[in-house]
């Protein structure tokens, strides 16, 4: 699974295999930075889109009359 998972994450780099396991494990690090950072984002607009409410001391925006 380790061997598919760094093909994944792109071309092997590295002097030897030790080497490339670490840069390896440096890029899965990043990935699963981005995919936690994505579900926060993601976690924030569902929120903001099903669960709004005006107590954040904000005004609703509504059409000044003809």
Known sequence: MWRLWCYALGKKEGKDNKDA??????????????????????????KNLWFTSCSTGTVPLTLAPK
């Open 21 to 46: 396991d670490k840069i390896a494990i440096i890029r899965s690090i990043i990935m699963f930075q981005l995919i936690v950072t994505n579900m926060f984002i993601i976690a924030g607009n569902v």
